[in-house]
T-cell receptor
């Protein structure tokens, strides 16, 4: 079973920051937080991951609370192409384990 | 790199027929995963391989499903006989246990299977 809780849907105006929350209150010390997204009719795409520090890459930023029980994915300037289902996944750090997907958040970016 | 390649992209078959889905992972990747996506159950793991050896097939729904990886560049998922409830999108993903440590999985475009 998925170990994360996400809102089912969110809207965001184009050009604004999209902040997608995720609760993972039972996360263990050796588990990372991963984010993937799935654009309609495509396979899931990796976005970013982190353990306890905030992370940033060319796609997004990941903010993890100090107690690690929740995190927020930030898309700084959302575009229409960011419309997708976003999945927050917790995963042990010791190797190539399968991904356990929950229901995710359907983000709609509106012009 | 062309990414993960899956074929066919769409498959329509009649109940009782054999269906074979194919996957070519990214060159150099040593892990291969098969996932299935339905409206009811979402994305779920069927089976995964490491160095061509099946590691966990507990997600395979029943004996009608089988998967093989005869070499590092090819895998098949076979359903025999197929049933309407097998209708879904089947994704293949690959990843590397290299030094990057991110264990990022790269997904193919999926095969949309419809069993009538």
């Amino acid at each position: 079973d998925a170990k994360t809780t996400q809102p089912p849907s969110m809207d965001c105006a184009e050009g604004r920051a999209a902040n997608l929350p995720c609760n993972h209150s039972t996360i263990s010390g050796n588990e990372y937080v991963y984010w993937y997204r799935q654009i309609h009719s495509q396979g899931p795409q990796y976005i970013i991951h982190g353990l306890k520090n905030n992370e940033t890459n060319e796609m997004a930023s990941l903010i993890i609370t100090e107690d690690r029980k929740s995190s927020t994915l930030i898309l700084p300037h959302a575009t229409l192409r960011d419309t997708a289902v976003y999945y927050c996944i917790v995963r042990v750090d010791w190797g190539n384990t399968p991904l356990v997907f929950g229901k995710g958040t359907r983000l709609s970016v509106i012009a | 790199d062309a990414g993960v390649i899956q074929s066919p992209r769409h498959e329509v078959t009649e109940m009782g027929q054999e269906v074979t889905l194919r996957c070519k992972p990214i060159s150099g990747h040593d892990y291969l995963f098969w996932y299935r996506q339905t409206m009811m159950r979402g994305l779920e793991l069927l089976i995964y391989f490491n160095n061509n050896v099946p590691i966990d097939d507990s997600g395979m729904p029943e004996d009608r499903f089988s998967a093989k990886m005869p070499n590092a560049s090819f895998s098949t998922l076979k359903i025999q006989p197929s049933e309407p409830r097998d209708s879904a999108v089947y994704f293949c993903a690959s990843s590397s246990s290299g030094t990057s440590g991110s264990y990022e999985q790269y997904f193919g475009p999926g095969t949309r299977l419809t069993v009538t």
